[in-house]
């Protein structure tokens, strides 16, 4: 058990150091010189080079990325003497069009993108499982076919196309939610919630869809198992068969690819968060991939990165915990 | 109270299809006596299981019973699911063909003995429950039960795990066990010992046994009265003594054709056996 | 927008190691398969608004002529300058001089775009579909054939790749990359990252299929690997190889869409489906049918080939794929 768990954390380095050093590639090989970007109109050829060694791209590669890496772990500085700038850890540098430094930016993101993935998550969770559910108690009947209809449209409309109908309709048409505006809960929870319903129900929708078909799939799968005759076989009601032996095995799959999807929505709602103007970290990295303001968009590469890797490694340890076969080495 | 445990009288089970009803049981008679063994012969398809499926009343989805099922006096085919349930478990137990996938890998073989139990008695506490598996699981000769009860299918080998599901059939007592093919997966060595089992079994709770094989050798250490099917029909049944000594279809005796080297082979193995203890 | 192949992964997990029936299925089998397709109502139905998309892409120039407006032509007299661009006329200036109405502001024709767009739109998901077609079934037949070292190298690239945040890296690599050639750096990215997806599952399947006794026999009658992988193992293939690709590509619509959408995709003034949803963005309360036409034509595509796929796995048997 230490051992996998050991081995699992190692594996999520490895895969984290790759990504680092991926990202840092493609930016270091690719993109144009930074120093041009943010001398600006009046530079003169002195000037970029001293930006350079502010920044330390005149560095070969290796030294670079171990400034970065080195950096992320204990901070770095910027510049020397008096115009030496602290970067405390983990850094990632700073933005080159508002000079903030991209960790705080991150940080003071989170929450609204947090908020935009939790409600999203909760709203299809819930209806995919409900519907799966319903889809394959249902199975081959009215409901379960009209079911399979709407998973279909849910999967295929774009988020974006969703979002603009949605707001068309209901803000523009109808007039029954207000136009988006930021309020802080403490103020209007009413204008927050409102706020906040129209992008989970267009994060929701795509998901819900992918996971009533798992969910069904699952489940009907479960059912035609040979344990579930066993249990049949036992007297047990229907209820408790269902319960016990039918859900436990069809649902757990689901936890797993829930954890992936969440760390994924976590790092960037990108679409969503730009239509309805909210202020988080992916409508940030929208934003900076406009502005080409490389370092945020990097940051935030690594941040997603991070939060899929991590939730991989989350769920890993998580299916051990309720997959018995996993937990206990076989010793038949 | 009747001599006659199970009576079983033009059952017929068939799947209604587009031309018209495949029947895959036709008008099948038997009866077994309280106590006794009954071994159904017959090879895959020969309706043998969807038998054993019928009286249980745990026939896949689609599939229609028709005629009549006495059990103990009672007509099973009449029983409401609510009714039938009282049964399923409680006095007719069934144990399938293959242990591992007929566990289920969440749930500890102790949970899964003291469920039947557990939903058949009220207000059974956790730790009595507990108790009825631990002992089942000793009755079935599982060495070491008290710590073993709360291990996971997949941590008992094949033979292991047969036992469980025959000590799941154990805690409630059943008048009547149906084993489907309860050897078939496992190894020859392993085989004998479960087949001795039952019979163990049987000798010490007076339970009727119907025990399902499509190996007429299976049949032999066991039953007392067989009966031969094969797609569906009853090819003949008589005593176990008469259907070895004098089989009079020659279907029966083409399966006859088939023993004898299996049961030397078994002979020999418990020769073997009894010899090393 | 995301890539719908998570659910495949699953299910291909489960059912990717089982013995389809179709691969040795005699020749009538396929007639009769096109006969229940045709019996198939919806699926008959998304087939022909994918042909009528293909040819319409094929047909643009045709189309442009006979509409009278190309796709970078301004018409500042079908908009209003005192309403800030807003398109005279109702429904965003539909009528028979601009079928599909203008776009705001400038005035451009929607429907030399839509027309035009759909070329970079099919060319795009259909280039990237080959791609990762290619690269998936020919990766996934190494590493399930061979197995060893070969697979593990294999196998530990496709996690990476699977375990990355494909979208915002597949951004991160666009932004930086120059405007250049876009739709080729597009399929490129795309394909980088799709591939494992179709690779995963025909190696599974390759893997159950190269114990199987014909392979042992073309084993034994001195046939090389190559000769064994690509005549006896890729035509059992062939049915799930088609289910994942039709699968895949609406995958791949959405997210040229999405990524055009996001500013990274195809450059303007080249149209996009997605990048003109972008572009509409602003104007969504005045004028809806901006944002109205890309979008139903970007989901009918999408759905279209959602749906067929669908139709087909179930036609060629759950175990496909």
Known sequence: MIRFVANRVLGMLVVLFLVCLFTFVIFFVLSPDPAVQICGKNCTPEAIDRIRANLGVDRPFWTQFGTFLAGLFAGRTYGTGANAIECAAPCLGYSFQSSQAVTDMIVQRLPVSATVAVGAAVLWL?????????????????????????????????????????????????????????????????????????????????????????????????LQENYVRTARAKGLSPGLVWRRHALRPALTPIVTIFGMDFAGLLGGALITETVFGLNGIGKMAADSITKNDQPVIMGVTLLAAFLVVVGNMVVDLLYTAIDPRVRVGSTA | MTDTLLRVRGLTVSFPSANGPGEVVKTLDF???????????????????????????????????????????????????????????????????????????????????????????????????????????????????????????????????????IAMTLSMEPELIIADEPTTALDVTVQAQILDLLAEIRADTGAGLILITHDLAVVSEVADHIVVMRDGDLVEQGTAERIFTDPQAPYTRMLLDAVPRIDDEIGLLRTLTEEAR | MTFTPTELEVEGAAGGEAVREGAAAPPARGRHLVRAFLRDRAAVACSVYILLIVLTALAAPLLVKLSGYGPLEFDQDAVDPNLGGIPLGAAGGMGADHWFGVEPGNGRDIFARIVYGARVSMLIAISAT????????????????????????????????????????????????????????????????????????????????????????????????????????????????????????????????????????????????????????????????????????????????????????????????
């Not at chain 3, 790749?161 to 597949?170: D, G, Q, T």
């Open chain 2, 31 to 165: 009866d077994l006596a309280r106590g006794g063994a009954l071994g159904i012969v017959g090879e895959s398809g020969s309706g043998k299981s969807m038998t054993s499926l019928a009286i249980m009343g745990l026939l896949p989805k689609g599939a229609e019973r028709t005629g009549s099922i006495e059990f103990d006096g009672a007509e099973l085919t009449a029983l409401p699911e609510r009714a039938m349930r009282s049964y399923r478990g409680d006095r007719i137990a069934m144990i399938f063909q293959d242990p591992l996938s007929s566990l289920n890998p969440y749930y500890t073989v102790g949970t899964q003995i003291a469920e039947a139990y557990r939903s058949h008695r009220s207000g059974v506490t956790r730790r009595q429950a507990r108790a009825v598996a631990i002992e089942a699981m000793e009755r079935v000769h599982i060495a070491d039960a008290a710590r073993r009860v709360d291990h996971y299918p997949h941590q008992f080998s094949g033979g292991m795990r047969q036992r469980v599901m």
């Open chain 1, 126 to 222: 819930l209806a995919g499982v409900a519907g799966g559910l319903l889809s394959a108690v249902r199975e081959g009947k009215f409901a379960d076919r009209f079911i399979a209809g709407l998973t279909l449209t849910g999967m295929s409309i774009p988020n974006y196309v969703l979002a603009l109908s949605l707001q068309f309709v209901l803000v523009v048409t109808l007039g029954w939610l207000p136009f988006p505006q930021a309020v802080p809960f403490s103020e209007d929870p009413l204008q927050w919630f409102q706020n906040f319903l129209m992008p989970w129900i267009v994060l929701a929708i795509g998901m819900a869809a992918v996971y009533t078909r798992l969910t069904r799939a699952n489940v009907i799968e479960t």
């Open chain 3, 130 to 321: 080959v791609l990762t077609g290619v690269l998936g079934v020919v990766f996934g037949l190494v590493a399930g054939y061979f197995g060893g070292r070969v697979d593990m190298v294999v196998s530990r690239v496709m996690e990476f790749l699977m375990a990355f945040p494909a979208l915002i890296f597949m951004i991160a690599v666009l932004s930086a990359l120059p405007a250049e050639n876009r739709q080729v750096l597009l399929v490129l990215v795309i394909s980088f990252f799709g591939w494992p997806y179709l690779a995963r599952i025909v190696r599974g399947q390759t893997m159950s299929l190269k114990e199987r006794e014909f392979v042992e026999a073309a084993k034994a009658s001195g046939a090389t690997s190559a000769q064994i992988i690509f005549k006896e193992i890729l035509p059992n293939l062939t049915s799930t190889i088609i289910v994942m690709t039709t699968l895949a590509v609406p995958g791949y619509v959405g997210t040229e869409a999405g990524l055009s959408f996001l500013g990274v995709g195809v450059v303007p003034p080249t149209p996009s489906w997605g990048q003109m949803i972008a572009s509409s963005v602003p104007w969504y309360a005045v004028d809806p049918a901006y944002f109205l036409i890309p979008g139903s034509f970007l989901f009918l595509l999408v759905l279209s080939f959602t749906v067929l796929g669908d139709r087909i796995r179930k036609l060629l048997g759950e175990g496909a794929a």
